[in-house]
């Protein structure tokens, strides 16, 4: 039995080809936010300068009142570059949010179109960790971009510290550097932390946002067997894991945060012990030795490098995430179109896996066009799948699926979109209305017949503003479900694929339906449970274990008892 998103490949957005065949890395995704760069660039380095400057004027301005000189200028100048350096801020802030806003929302345009043009292939993962991907990953792995900008901006103050401290005197240099390496190590050992709690804080998120779509899914039947406590410790369970990653970050941050505060007041007290023997002996003004002072806590303080590496980390963690979901390829398309013909659909030496489990074994079965075919077969005997694989929402492993005679993959997606329709028994609809429901961009003419002919008329016009009424306002049996879910698959011209999709209808609508198909002259593949409607056929299709255990008429195999059994079911 399927529970599909989409009634079929109709609602692929797939294009011929795959949208963006580059992998997503963490340069493809700092080049994603090209546009913001040099902005961004720009603002952190003119702040970056001014701090650089700022010292260098305090220097003279102290240096002009300690010789009684006017002071004006140096203290004009200082002022300045306080305010510059707040503007760039300002500046930087604006940007890098800007930034972040429009690269998530291209990553995750970019990686929705990819999960919906690879039906084939997006059940690899979890929806609800799909989800968090998509939302918190992207967020995340949006900032790859500013946080690299701002990383190599960051190097800025502690290199120009140093070539300044060389200008004033290379042994103030020398003292500094001996502080400079050791943040340095210490800034490496945070990344390395905080890169791994990252990953797993992430993959943690993922887990619990899966197990919580599980059971929202599954809402009901755990409300019915009363089984909230379990459900909900399963669905906790990893919150515990959660806390440890992000106390493990915290913890990173705490621990770089302790060794730099010895490492950055011991390079202070390094410059500030050379240039108070250097200011003795004549090297050194008061004003540098202020200079000098203040360069020294610039370039080894960690405040802002910590942040900055915590956000690359993040990023990256995401980055990584994000790119296998990056991978899944695109369903590709052929560009042939049908030729005149009845729907004659040809199953040859079809096999279907998952991993290394077989689903589906060389069924090789042909359904004349216009012709009524029934798929039986126990529980898990592969009817969905094949039922799947007559309208390409998988492709098989091996063997080919043609409609009359041109294979499946050959098609265009228009022609495929067109050609054929799944109705599956679980529909969840998509849509903003009703109508686009029922016949997403079609013509209201079209829509109309189709809900008249699946008896979901007299359901629409009972609605507030009938086919227009908003999808999320319309409260929904299962059987109503299923009628728009056969609606939206009515269109199709040549196959229609029912898998179970009538089974919440009462028999007599059920029939109905399977008339108004009939007068139609599709071929039909119907996934049934229902001995009548096996009847009924022209051609029974027996499955059992993902193979083609006989085919023939109903009235044929029935003498078989195992084919009783099937229904006995
Ligand atoms: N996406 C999937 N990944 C892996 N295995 C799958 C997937 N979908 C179905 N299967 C497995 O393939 C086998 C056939 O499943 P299928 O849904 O086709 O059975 P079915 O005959 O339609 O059963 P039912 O009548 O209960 O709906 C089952 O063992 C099922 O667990």
Do not use: N
């Amino acid at each position: 039995m399927t529970r599909e998103l989409t009634a079929g490949p109709a609602t692929s957005v797939a294009r011929q080809t795959d949208p963006s065949p580059d992998p997503l890395t963490f340069g493809t995704a700092v080049r994603q936010a090209r546009a913001w760069l040099p902005l961004i660039g720009a603002a952190s380095l003119l702040g970056s300068l001014g701090m650089l400057a700022l010292p260098l004027a305090l220097a003279a301005a102290v240096d002009a009142v300690a010789s009684g000189r006017d002071a004006t200028g140096p203290v004009a100048l200082a002022t300045g570059l306080v305010v510059l350096g707040v503007l760039c801020d300002l500046a930087e802030s604006w940007a890098e949010t800007a930034c972040a806003a429009t690269t998530s929302a291209r990553l995750r345009t970019g990686l929705v179109r990819r999960v919906l043009a690879a039906p084939h292939q997006v059940g690899r993962f979890d929806t609800g960790d799909l989800v968090a991907r998509i939302s918190a990953g992207a967020a995340d792995a949006a900032h790859a971009g500013p946080s690299a900008v701002s990383a190599a901006a960051a190097v800025l103050p502690p290199i120009g510290s140093l070539v300044i401290l060389i200008w004033l005197d290379w042994r103030l240099a020398a003292a500094f550097g001996v502080g400079l390496a050791l943040v340095a190590v210490v800034l490496r050992l945070f990344a390395k932390q905080t890169a791994t709690a990252a990953l797993r804080y992430q993959e943690a998120q993922g887990q619990m946002a899966a197990r919580l779509t599980e059971a929202l899914e599954g809402s009901r039947t755990i409300a019915a067997a009363g089984t909230f406590g379990t459900e909900i410790r399963r669905v906790l369970a990893g919150l515990p894991d959660l806390s440890r990653y992000g106390r493990a970050t915290w913890k990173a941050l705490s621990a770089a945060g302790s060794r730099a505060a010895i490492a950055g007041p011991l390079a202070t007290v390094g410059v500030l012990t050379v240039a108070g023997f250097l200011v003795s002996t004549g090297d050194l003004t008061p004003g540098e030795l202020l200079a000098a002072g203040q360069y020294a806590m610039l370039g080894a303080g960690l405040g802002s490098l910590t942040g900055v590496v915590a956000a690359l980390a993040r990023a990256k963690a995401a980055v990584g995430r994000l790119a296998e979901v990056h991978d899944l390829s695109a369903m590709s398309y052929g560009t042939d179109h049908l030729p005149a013909g009845g729907g004659r659909l040809e199953f040859q030496a079809v096999s279907v896996s998952h991993e290394s489990t077989p689903l589906l074994r060389d069924v090789s079965v042909t359904i004349p066009g216009g012709a009524l075919a029934a798929v039986v077969g126990v529980s898990g005997s592969g009817k969905s799948i094949l039922a799947e694989t007559a309208v390409r929402l998988r492709d098989p492993d091996s063997g080919t699926v043609t409609l009359d005679g041109r294979p499946l993959p050959s098609l265009s997606r228009m022609e495929l979109r067109r050609a054929t329709g799944l109705a599956p028994a679980r529909p969840a609809l998509a849509g903003a209305t009703l109508a686009d429901a029922m016949g997403p961009g079609r013509p209201r003419p079209q829509v109309l017949a189709a809900a008249r002919a699946v008896g979901a008329h007299d359901f629409a016009t009972r609605l507030p503003a009938t086919y227009d009424t908003p999808l999320p306002d319309i409260p929904m049996s299962g059987g109503e479900a299923q009628r728009i879910g056969l609606a939206r698959a009515w269109h199709a011209d040549r196959l229609l694929v029912l898998d179970d999709a009538t089974s919440s209808l009462d028999l007599l609508s059920a029939r109905r339906i399977e008339e108004a198909l009939a007068a139609t002259g599709r071929t039909r593949l119907v996934v049934t449970y229902d001995a009548a409607l096996a009847a009924r056929a022209d051609l029974v299709i027996w499955l059992h274990d993902g193979r083609v255990r006989d085919t023939g008429t109903h009235e044929a195999l029935w003498a078989d008892p195992d084919y009783r059994a099937v229904f006995a079911q």
